[in-house]
């Protein structure tokens, strides 16, 4: 103990920082590699998987270990990592028992790095880091255009296969290449209209994120869309900065909202035969579901918890360990559900309890900093999406989620901006 305080006392602060962000990029741009993972030969993915790995729990150990965060970060730190350590031990006891139910490249690509991503933005939150932070997210954003521009090219407009029904491109390089602008419009846009900055990196991320989305017949990225859009006005007006603006700027994001509408209008009515197909097929995704338990995702999470027992469902598979009904469930596709699959009581109790925490401090305070309002509209945008997707994922898009939340739960809703 005494070697371990004394070599805390050696590690400056800023060499603390310096270290938290260089591991925190060396672990995003791996994992940014680690999206192509289903395009790439085994001998280039499982490297950056172990580089993304290794340089993103070297961040977390090194925070706790260390004090490079303070003392309420570090705090939700340690209970989320308890979570991580709870679902492994039952991952282990699963697999002990039915080692057939571990799978590799699910454990490696998926389970392991999510939680840690998880664990990154927590980290992030802190007001040393939340800088850095935003840059991070901003250049992600600017990324995520080029990636969206790249995307296009690689689009096949294949009428006939639209026509019938199929959702053309997905699991292609454009879909993969599409991910990005999913993991970062949810802040990247309330960021634009609130914070009044990188406008054209905010509103092109969301653009890429429903235009594509549209493409891929996604109806979640339709709701997800629209609802940020609108949440972003509500928590806007409550950071006093509303009044003082120029009244240009508050009709600039209903505005763009209103010419993505007047977008699909107008490619419906004039009938150009591609978009006119793919927007009815959209609809009729929407409207070939019963009611919400008939939802494919509600069944395939219905399906599995008629499978098993109620203890089973409390306890959870935990990590790397994965139920098989026709084919191993690597996550339940609904976030809400997937709280219990993976962790059951525990994991779903610290998920919603964060989340309830992030909102208390939101409808305590008369008028909320910038920052705040960024963060709980992308609080708000994941709390809506875990009733039909938000489950565990193969990108780094938790990162951004965790960091609002935590910013959320240990900053003062009024307080000063950092």
Not at 81 to 94: A, H, L, P, T, W
Request: overall charge positive; proline content about 1%.
């Amino acid at each position: 103990m005494d070697v371990l305080r004394q070599s805390n006392r050696e590690i400056s602060i800023d060499d603390r920082l310096d270290i938290i962000r260089i591991n925190i990029s060396i672990s995003v741009l791996a994992g940014l590699v680690c999206n192509f993972a289903g395009v790439l030969p085994d001998s280039i993915k499982y490297p950056f998987y172990a580089i993304s790995i290794l340089f993103g729990y070297a961040t977390i150990f090194f925070s706790l270990m260390y004090n490079a965060v303070n003392s309420k970060t570090k705090l939700y730190l340690a209970s989320w990592m308890f979570v991580v350590m709870y679902m492994i031990i039952v991952g282990v006891v699963r697999i002990s028992n039915d080692k057939s139910s571990f799978d590799l490249g699910n454990f490696l690509a998926q389970d392991i790095r999510y939680v840690m991503y998880f664990g990154i933005g927590i980290i992030l939150s802190d007001k040393r880091y939340f800088s850095f932070f935003n840059s991070l997210v901003i250049c992600l954003g600017f990324l995520s255009i080029i990636f969206g521009i790249i995307a296009i090219a690689n689009y096949r407009f294949d009428y006939s296969a639209i026509l019938l029904g199929s959702r053309e491109g997905i699991w292609t390089i454009s879909y993969i290449l599409w991910w990005l602008s999913g993991d970062v419009f949810q802040y990247l846009y309330p960021y634009a209209r609130i914070v009044q900055k990188q406008k054209v990196i905010g509103y092109g991320s969301l653009f890429t994120y429903f235009f594509f989305g549209l493409l891929f017949l996604k109806r979640s990225s339709l709701i997800n869309s629209i609802f940020i859009v609108v949440i972003t006005e509500v928590v806007r007006g409550k950071t006093g900065y509303a009044e003082k603006e120029n009244p240009e700027n508050r009709r600039e994001g209903f505005g763009f909202f209103g010419l993505i509408c007047i977008l699909l209008i107008a490619l419906i009515l004039i009938k150009i035969p591609y978009t006119s197909v793919l927007i009815q097929q959209l609809i009729l995704r929407f409207s070939s579901q019963g009611g919400f338990m008939e939802y494919d995702r509600a069944m395939e999470a219905r399906g599995y918890f008629d499978s098993v027992g109620l203890m089973r469902t409390i306890v959870g598979e935990g990590i790397g360990s994965y139920y098989t009904t026709y084919r191993k469930i690597n996550a339940l596709h609904t976030g809400m559900y997937n709280t219990y699959y993976k962790g059951g009581i525990i994991y779903s109790f610290f998920v919603y309890i964060s989340i309830s925490r992030a909102f208390r401090g939101f409808y305590k305070a008369r008028i909320v900093n910038r920052y705040y309002a960024v963060c709980i509209c992308a609080c708000s945008s994941f709390a809506l999406s875990m009733l039909y997707e938000g489950s565990w994922t193969y990108t780094f898009g938790i990162m951004v989620i965790s960091a609002a939340i935590a910013y959320c739960i240990n900053s003062n809703a009024g307080g000063d901006v950092p």
